[in-house]
C-alpha cells in the first residue's frame, strides 16, 4: 500500500510581524525613491566602510578594504528589504492551506514577471540605464509577490 504524504505546513512569522514589516518597508520605500529622484545628493551619510571588493568608476580595484561610501542608501535599501521580508514571510490572521496556496502562486507569479522584465531589460536597456535597472530589480520581485499576494486576498475576500 502507497503512503499518503500530508503537506506540511510552511514554517511564517507569527502575524503581528507584518505590521512591524509595514513600519519599516513603507517609509524606507519613500525615502529611497526620495533619495534616487534627488540624485542621492541631497541626505548623504560619508564613511569608510570595509569592502570586500571595490571599483570606482575608471579608478582603482581594491579587495578586502576600506572605501569612503554614502551609506544612507544601503542602510534605506537594507531596512526596506528587512521590511518587505517581514511583511511577505509573516502569517496572516487566519492561516490555511488556501492562503498558503496564494502564497505560492503570489510567488511564481512574482518570479516570472521578475523574469520576464529583466529579459525585456536586457534586450532593451544599456550603459547606466541597465545598472539602475538592476539596482531596482533588486527589489522588484519582494514587491510584485507582496502586491500580487496582498491583491488575491482582497479579492478572495471580496468574493467570498
Known sequence: MKKIKIMKPIKLLPHQFKKIGWYICLPSALVGLWLQANNFETLSWKTHFFAL???????????????EVNLLPTLVGVLFIIGAMLVAVSKEKIEDEYISSLR??????ALCV?????????????GGYFLTVMVYNM????????????????RSKKEG
Open 53 to 67: 571588493a571595490s571599483d570606482e568608476l575608471f579608478g582603482e580595484k581594491k579587495f578586502f578594504g576600506s572605501v
Open 104 to 109: 505560492l502562486s503570489a510567488l511564481l507569479w
Open 114 to 126: 521578475n523574469s520576464l522584465l529583466l529579459l525585456l531589460a536586457l534586450f532593451f536597456i544599456w
Open 139 to 154: 527589489f522588484t520581485i519582494l514587491i510584485l509577490f507582496i502586491l500580487r499576494f496582498n491583491y488575491q486576498l482582497y
